[in-house]
Structure formats: C-alpha cells, structure tokens
C-alpha cells in the first residue's frame, strides 16, 4: 500500500502560480473556472503569505512562470511549425534560462521554510 506524501511548499507555491495564471490568461471556456478557484483557494491554504519573504517568492514564482508560459505559448498552441530550426532553438534555450531561475526561486523557498528537497538540473549550473 502506498504512503500518502504531503507536498512540499515550494511545490504548492508552483501550482498555486500555475493555477492563478490559468484562470487569468485560459479563455473561460477552455477550463472549469470554479474548479481553478477551488484549487488556488485549496493552495493558498499552504502558504504563510502573511510572511513577506515567502510572499516575494511566491510573487517571484508567479512571474516566472508567467514568462514561461510566454515564451512556450506559440509551441503550445502548434503555431512553431513555421519558426524554422534556430528560432525554436533559441526559444528552448530561452525556457531552459528561465526554468533555472524558476528552480532558484522554489530553492530559495526551501531555504526560506525548511520544507522540501532542492532540485538541481543536470548538464548546467544552477
């Protein structure tokens, strides 16, 4: 039998950013809009936004993410295809920079609170 595994708070900081930038930037009815706010409600439970430095991390979070999302937008949406090769190269070197800082970021919550496990990517610096 498996052992239920409490998530770690850099992990409900992400999700909870993820979840706040799919209600805000998903057409409406692309997304269960009353399923989204369930979710950032259940997320926000999890985070001490009351503690300032949490709260700049979690604002941190949420704007990384917010330029992830950016920069895959087009790929997601299947509009790469006329891109050519170096520009879809720059564009995942572009998400790989960002995703060091978004993992810099969950870190620096791990430090702040104590909870959880550093990531570390393979292959560059951290």
């Given at each position: 039998?498996?052992?239920?595994?409490?998530?770690?708070?850099?992990?409900?900081?992400?999700?909870?950013?993820?979840?706040?930038?799919?209600?805000?930037?998903?057409?409406?009815?692309?997304?269960?809009?009353?399923?989204?706010?369930?979710?950032?409600?259940?997320?926000?439970?999890?985070?001490?936004?009351?503690?300032?430095?949490?709260?700049?991390?979690?604002?941190?979070?949420?704007?990384?993410?917010?330029?992830?999302?950016?920069?895959?937008?087009?790929?997601?949406?299947?509009q790469d295809e006329n891109l050519g090769l170096e520009e879809i190269g720059k564009r995942a070197i572009h998400i790989r920079d960002?995703?060091?800082?978004?993992?810099?970021?969950?870190?620096?919550?791990?430090?702040?609170?104590?909870?959880?496990?550093?990531?570390?990517?393979?292959?560059?610096?951290?």
């Amino acid at each position: 039998m498996a052992k239920p595994i409490i998530t770690p708070i850099p992990e409900v900081a992400d999700r909870y950013t993820i979840a706040m930038l799919k209600i805000e930037r998903l057409d409406p009815s692309e997304i269960d809009v009353e399923d989204m706010k369930r979710q950032i409600d259940y997320y926000k439970q999890g985070l001490d936004l009351e503690n300032s430095k949490l709260s700049e991390l979690v604002d941190d979070l949420y704007n990384i993410n917010g330029k992830m999302w950016d920069a895959e937008h087009a790929i997601r949406k299947g509009q790469d295809e006329n891109l050519g090769l170096e520009e879809i190269g720059k564009r995942a070197i572009h998400i790989r920079d960002l995703n060091r800082i978004r993992m810099r970021v969950k870190n620096d919550i791990i430090e702040l609170t104590g909870d959880g496990f550093k990531d570390c990517k393979m292959n560059y610096a951290n």
